[in-house]
């Protein structure tokens, strides 16, 4: 075995911890080179330090702000209309200096062009508005002209005439009573107001006067430019008509509330007429430097925008290498950068080719230093993944990171997931819609890799390579059902079972005799339909549930001795994975012997009643429920093994490590005197200093026991959990057997089109929505659950961490 090649999937890459001691004129260029390569992921020396402590802080903080005037320079394109080119222009490469001197510029045109369009918008909204209450006031004014002489008139004659004024006149009239003679008309003010407010502007402009003022309004004829949202507003113009100064004061005071906008309209026909006609002429000009302003503004968007994304591209890597410089040390002559991190040995020769080029690039006499040390912590996990197989390794990442060098279940998870998936959704008319589905999707891979989707979709194209496999497994097993949207079909010959008689005209009620050799694939269609067809498959699906659980069960334990094996642990060996496969195959294993026998010899076992009394009586004789010769005798030793696989499991592993940790340490206390002397002198953090752990053995023994008890309880629970599949399996069965019958024959069995129709769309619209969506979903979450929880649990202790190298690519990705 120790021959074979290594699998690249199988265990993660090796990983070294290296150091890097840079001077500081190479420091820019080598973590840019390192960058671009992306297989050095570097550890923070300066944890302890805030980031405004560190070295490069300036830089980074040079950076942000250069990143926040390109953010307002996209939000202006946007809000502008204008689109950033997704190509960068093609223009010589600029220094951070320069681009940072080049974004200050534009900036500053922008915010001024910004302020002067503002202003003009603002001026032209004004004139806008006035323009429009000068054509509505007038129609008021011409209208109410002679119907408010009258009612100035008929008013007089009332305050002269009536001796008793002063009892029954309002407060109103009777503050404005002094000052009558000089205040004789009605007066008014014009004005405009968004449409939303105009309800409650007007009932506070009753109450407020208590009803002495008469108000129109009419709706604007232009919808009018709101800045602060870019949005058009409805306005409305009214004209309110009132007597007195203190009546005017306090409806300036309601219309500054409100935000409504007066404008002073004189009362002489003429003198409308010249003010509309200066209006407009303003307007037109206005209009005009507006239009050059805009097309001015959106010049200057337009050449930003052509270098909009390299820059922002830029800018975000040179704040990345800054961060990434201010994880690394001084050293002490402040001269050179030291940092550590972790690299895959496959990659020392690129890093130090990179290396080599950042002190040529740089033109620095002395060279970068690049060797290997010792590391207490243990290194990342890395592993190489292509389209096909990143799927499947996210699904394994999920449950939890593979602890360095341990087996990976995705060399597995590729053929065993998407197998239990379609083992309980098989079908393969359904497996074809999949299967087209996925087809589309990798179709159009290189379009949908560079667009921007959303969750659901993105998550659908991630595992498109999973539902490709999904597919052609559901047709698969699809096959061996026999089921095409729940209907069987002769695909493979004629059916092995007839009528028992010529007379013979409904074989599924009476009955069918076997009378030549069994279907060559699959389920026969003739069990379709038939009086035994959910005993037959509810006992084939239920034992095919238990093989399949108890095959994967054991591969995973089979797993956990690789684990031991490739980590010299013997322990793990003797004490955990022998009795481990002894106590599972001693109970379980037996059963799926037993399903396999019953099934090759057609015997009519009970095998309830066999694994009960295996232990109930284990001595007591089977009877009719004897499958071969000596079954009695080899059930009594399963027996036996198995219950000495517990006390195996639990009792020697704590007391042999407790032996070990004794015979390791006795004497440490007693080293020569030199020794504490030459521990004064190694670095607190140094990867050659000791640690000496005090050994707990209450604490190893309980997390024994806490193991051993849930392997024993979790190989029960476990086998009970694979009976899913035969559940979903037959759920997924017969909701497509009643979408069939119940929907589509049963509409056409109908002599109308229209009913025809109806009962196709709902079937259609069922077996999309229900079928593919919720089942697959379902079907995808319980084969997950099997291989996290029934699988995983046996060999897989996920307690590592990703290797996350400093890579430009990935920081692009992070951004998307």
Sequence with gaps: MENLAAMDLMRSEKMTFVQLIIPVESAHHAITYLAQIGLLQFRDLNADKSPFQRTFVNQVKRCAEMSRKLRFFKDQTQKAGLLPSPRPASQPDIELEELEIHLAEHEHELIEMNANSEKLRQSYNELLEFKMVL?????????????TTAQDTELNENVYSNDNYSDTASLLEQEMQPELSNQSGVRFISGIICKSKILQFERMLFRTTRGNMLFHQAVADEEILDPSSNEMVEKIVFVVFFSGEQARSKILKICEAFG???????????????????????????????DVGLRHRDKALTSIGFHLTKWMNMVRREKAVYDTLNMLNFDVTKKCLVGEGWCPIFAKTKIQEALQRATMDSNSQVGIIFHVMD????????????RFTNAYQEIVDAYGVAKYQEVNPAVYTIVTFPFLFAVMFGDWGHGICLFLGALVLISKESKLSSQKLGSFMEMLFGGRYVLLLMSIFSIYCGLIYNEFFSVPFHIFGGSAYKCRDASCSDAQTLGLIKYSDPYPFGVDPSWRGSRSELPFLNSLKMKMSILLGIAQMNLGIILSYFNARFFNSSLDIKYQFVPQVIFLNSLFGYLSLLIVVKWCTGSQADLYHVMIYMFLSPFEALGENQLFWGQSVLQVILLLLALVAVPWMLFPKPFILKRLHTERFQGRTYGLLGTSEVDIYEEPDSARQHHHEEFNFSEVFVHQMIHSIEFVLGAVSNTASYLRLWALSLAHSELSTVFYEK??????????????LIGLAVFAFATTFI?????TLSAFLHALRLHWVEFQNKF???DGYKFKPFSFVALADDED
């Design 375 to 386: 590391a207490v912590d243990l290194p990342p996990t890395y592993f190489r993944t292509n």
């Design 743 to 756: 929907v589509l024959l049963l509409a056409w069995g109908y002599d109308n089109l229209i009913i025809r």
């Design 135 to 147: 054509q509505k006031a007038s129609d008021f004014l011409v209208s109410r002209r002679s119907h």
């Design 796 to 798: 897989y202790h996920g």
């Design 771 to 775: 079928l593919l969506m919720m089942e």
């Design 260 to 290: 409504a906008n007066c404008y002073p309209v004189p009362e002489d026909v003429t003198k409308r007429r010249q003010i509309t006609r200066e209006v407009l002429s303003r307007l037109s000009e206005l209009e005009t430097t507006l």
